[in-house]
């Protein structure tokens, strides 16, 4: 977590700063023109049509970095949602009140070319390829804001950790449930090409219905693929399961329920795929 309270140098008080798009040079304009091509040439079976749409809406498919003064132009006419630059991670609060303000918080930095399967911190591809497109979705749109405004209630009730597990395994690492079968939509997933492979098709991983108290007792992984995926039954599902809850009487229940493993299986899962965790047995843990 980013602790210190003060803003980098340069930086405005809400940790904006400028994306100063016409200093990308040629080989980062490139390095996004080899990801875009990677990802969406892989996509299109696998990610919900709502987000190959989305990147349609907002124009993300043109060639190079977008501008984020066009990207935020198009998206505040789609969805009144705007895409603002930071300089990295910021503190718990100031990300939800970006979030509850319909401002999405995306990092201005490429990954270099010995980056490109997997970086840990957020850079502009995952920001901008991995978030943006399904924010042009009305549901999804909501969600995002009803999550920062969430956030900022978690906070003053000091279960953040709890509401942080419900962003990684829907916003970053998300599956959902469609006639055709299981579909991505979490941007952790589709900003890596690797895991967008895994998270549908390797045996190792478990995929678990949506279970909101479950999930929120649930660790997960940091630097690595994800051990077990939670699947969705719509975005309006999801949306009607945390809005109309109120999680303060839940953040109690959970208090004093012990947590999942990454790799566990409760005896209330709905279970898609029980995993083998192969991959996962093959590599060292480092768990949250
Ligand atoms: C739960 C916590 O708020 C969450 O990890 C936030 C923290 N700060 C962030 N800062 C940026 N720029 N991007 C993010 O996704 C996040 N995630
Ligand atoms: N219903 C949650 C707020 C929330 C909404 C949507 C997503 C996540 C959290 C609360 O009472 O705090
Ligand atoms: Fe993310």
Known sequence: MVEELEPPAGAAADWTISQAWGRYSAAEHAMWDTLFARQS???PDRVVPEFMAGLDILRINRPGIPNFEELSDRLMRATGWQVVAVPGLVPDRVFFEHLANRRFV??????TPDQIDYLQE?????????????LANPVFADYMQAYGQGGLRAADLGAIE??????????????????????LYGAGIVSSYGESVFALDDPSPHRLGFDLRRLMRTRYRIDDYQQSYFVIDSFEDLLRQTVETDFAPLYAQLAGQPDFATDAIADTDIIY?????????ARAPEVI
């Open 41 to 43: 040439a892989m996509l």
């Open 106 to 111: 995306a990092g201005r930095f490429i990954r």
């Open 122 to 134: 957020p850079d502009i591809f995952h920001d901008v390829f991995g978030h943006v497109p399904l």
């Open 162 to 183: 709890r509401l942080a597990r419900l962003y990684w395994y829907t916003v970053e690492f998300g599956l959902i449930r469609r006639p055709e079968g299981l579909r």
């Open 273 to 281: 795929t029980q995993g083998t965790q192969a991959y996962a047995r």
